[in-house]
């Protein structure tokens, strides 16, 4: 894995949460908010969950205090509040994968987990684990929209890949 695998990743990323989010709007509030058989219990649920993740990983890769004190921590109540907030992850997410270069990516992440235990992990897998940790989560809140009006949206790797040139 070098930095224009995770690079592509970055983009990847903002592009398939771009796409979910367009679909997500098109929900009625109630769809919306409807109880799920989901581990977080609904689409908002599962949105900000994801959004929870990033936050607490991108503060560990930056080395800064993220704030979140639970997994299930609801940052935004409000789908606009939460889109805005995800748009805005998505570029920091993006800009710090662009500032990484080959010996950064083949160093290890040093940081304390939730629980305040001291870990390691070759930052390589951190970042492999970050970005599939979203594309598990957004794969949830795609099976959740298959049971709305709404049509979920194609987010298969694949497809990007085919628009990304870069």
């Known amino acids: 894995m070098n ?20 679909a997500c709007a098109a929900l009625n509030p109630t769809d919306y908010r409807a109880p799920r058989p989901s581990f977080f219990g609904s689409i908002h649920a599962t ?3 994801i959004l929870v993740g990033d936050r607490v990983w991108m503060g560990r890769l930056e080395g800064a205090p993220s704030g979140i004190e639970r997994l299930d921590q609801v940052l935004y109540d409000e789908f606009s509040d939460l889109r805005a907030a995800r748009e805005s992850e998505d570029a920091r997410i993006l800009g710090f994968v662009s500032g990484l270069g080959e010996e950064a990516i083949a ?6 987990n939730m629980a305040g235990e001291a870990q390691e992990t070759p930052l390589a897998w951190t970042l492999a684990h970050f970005f599939n940790h979203q594309t598990h989560h957004r794969g949830q809140v795609h099976g959740m929209l298959s049971g709305t009006p709404v049509a979920p949206p194609p987010l298969d790797l ?9």
């Open 3 to 22: 930095s224009s695998y995770f690079h592509r990743f970055g983009r990847y990323n903002a592009w398939a949460n771009r796409r979910l989010y367009e």
């Open 47 to 49: 949105l900000n969950h």
């Open 107 to 112: 160093g290890t992440l040093r940081y304390r």
């Open 158 to 166: 694949i497809y990007f890949l085919r628009q990304d040139r870069d």
